[in-house]
């Protein structure tokens, strides 16, 4: 099996689900879509809970912060990876991609436009965020397996048809997020090899799941965070635990 398979799988089953979706979206009264996008809601809020109480529960983050130290860490991490997220203006940035590839992919009016950048936007964030992202996709780069990412295939594949059923056709554009982001995190497995240490990992697995947190709520209706510009936190989070290891 080649490295990078995982990331392939997991592209086509987001386009299929996507496809199948869309084509159900249709014949399902609006009533119905909307149910189905409240219930990955609650899911993904229970990912993003799993994500969170994993990491901080990880043994071997403990032991090189001090038992006090990861939810402080994610916390700085959230506000140090916020700050340059928000000057960038990546969530804005990440919303205009959308625009422009449904100006180049699908004809529509504002209400379709905002549909389509909804639908890319939640779906790449809730595709391309969390701890089988990261993991699956390093282990896949290492060379030892692609058992997670199918797992995370399987889940999104499903995912993927909810979604495309109420939000149309931006759910298969983030197919192109899934496949920048984790053949990105692929390449990094297969050039770090064994060095990234599993206390940065369960970093990276515990503020993930934070902003997973932030993707439910989107997906819910209850408040619209700006998930995007996070995502830098992602990489404040290992770089944090690297800072306070050494000085603990």
Not at 12 to 34: D, H, K, M, N, Q
Not at 70 to 97: H, K, N, T, Y
Not at 192 to 213: D, K, M, S
Not at 220 to 233: I, M, N, S, T
Request: glycine content about 16%.
């Amino acid at each position: 099996m080649f490295r990078g398979a995982g990331t392939a799988l997991n592209v086509a089953t987001v386009l299929l689900g996507s496809g199948v979706g869309v084509a159900l979206g249709g014949r399902l009264p609006e009533r119905t879509r909307s149910t189905v996008t409240d219930a990955l809601g609650l899911v993904t809020l229970v990912i993003g809970g799993l994500g969170v109480a994993d990491g901080l529960g990880a043994a071997a983050w403990e032991a090189a912060v001090g038992a006090s130290a990861p939810l402080l860490i994610v916390l700085g991490a959230l506000l140090l990876g916020g700050i340059p997220g928000s000057l960038l203006r990546l969530e804005e940035r990440l919303e205009g991609l959308g625009g422009r590839l449904q100006a180049r992919l699908q004809r529509g009016g504002t209400e379709g436009r905002a549909r389509f950048v909804e639908g890319f936007v939640s779906a790449s964030l809730l595709f391309c965020i969390g701890p089988l992202t990261v993991l699956g996709s390093l282990s896949d780069g290492l060379g030892r397996g692609i058992e997670q990412l199918a797992l995370k295939s399987t889940l999104d594949g499903f995912a993927a048809l909810a979604f495309a059923s109420s939000l149309g056709w931006g759910v298969a554009a983030s197919a192109l997020s899934v496949a920048v982001v984790q053949g990105a995190l692929t390449a990094a497995g297969a050039l770090l090899g064994g060095l990234l240490p599993e206390a940065q990992v369960a970093a990276v697995t515990a503020t993930g799941g934070v902003l997973l947190l932030g993707v439910g709520l989107r997906l819910l209706a209850l408040k619209r965070v700006a998930v995007g510009d996070l995502l830098p936190a992602l990489v404040a989070a290992p770089v944090l635990t690297a800072v306070v290891a050494a000085l603990h």
